[in-house]
């Protein structure tokens, strides 16, 4: 079956560090890739996404890009702000499967002043 | 656009009842539904698809009879859990697809969320 595997966390970063989140999956077609952000107290909210291979996924700065040959999708920004303080999860969907969601466990990233 | 409504979005209840949680697309037409639990520090599960006007799928190990899910508008989906214990206390999450956009690739929009509390 599918799966998603991500690094855990919590992650702790000073503001306008690099961060990067690794995140592989297994799936037995060509999935859409996803990450989705948690923000405290808040819903999952849409970050960013890809539909096929060597698509890059962008947006608020992060980046991703949908390796089939290493089956990954690790997320990046390059400096980022205490505001990106949040919870954020890998997700993967199959063609076929109604759009259902396989999230991986989730990583916490904390970042301090 | 493409937001989700969840109603309440906390709930205590006494073990042995049932509590009723509403989701809500308000802009657009949900074709399809999901519900989500997660627990604290822990990835999301689904627990099952609806799509509108048939019955709900349900995920392996989902009892049915305890998570009874109604999508009977294309607006609306409820969960009810029926005899609640404490165990069933966690965070439900909707989500919903809007078809007529999202036709080629299956983007899912969240609802915030129902913290249920069983005592």
């Known amino acids: 079956g599918n799966s998603v595997t991500q690094m855990e966390g919590p992650v702790t970063l000073s503001e306008e560090a690099f961060l990067t989140i690794n995140c592989t999956y297994t799936a037995t077609g060509y999935p859409s890739l996803f990450w989705y952000v948690q923000y405290p107290g808040e819903g999952l909210q849409l970050l960013l996404k890809a539909t096929k291979a060597d698509d890059k996924g962008s947006n608020k700065g992060f980046e991703a890009t949908y390796r089939k040959e290493t089956t990954s999708f690790h997320l990046e920004k390059g400096s980022v702000q205490v505001s990106d303080s949040a919870v954020y999860f890998c997700?993967?969907?199959?063609?076929?499967?109604?759009?259902?969601?396989?999230f991986g466990a989730g990583t916490q990233v904390v970042v301090t002043p | 656009g493409a937001v989700v409504s969840q109603h309440p979005s906390r709930v205590i209840c006494k073990s042995g009842t049932s509590v009723k949680i509403e989701c809500r697309s308000l802009d657009f037409q949900a074709t399809t539904m999901f519900w989500y639990r997660q627990f604290p520090k822990q990835s999301l599960m689904l627990m099952a698809t609806?799509?509108?006007?048939?019955?709900?799928?349900?995920e392996q190990g989902v009892e049915k009879d305890k998570f009874l899910i109604n999508h009977a508008s294309l607006t609306l989906s409820t969960l009810t859990v029926t005899s609640a214990h404490p165990e069933d206390s966690s965070f439900y999450i909707c989500s919903a697809r809007d078809l007529l956009r999202d036709r080629d690739y299956y983007e899912q929009y969240f609802g915030p969320g129902t913290r249920l509390t069983v005592t």
């Open positions: 997700a993967l969907s199959d063609v076929g499967s109604w759009g259902k969601l396989q």
């Open positions: 609806s799509n509108e006007g048939s019955k709900a799928t349900y």
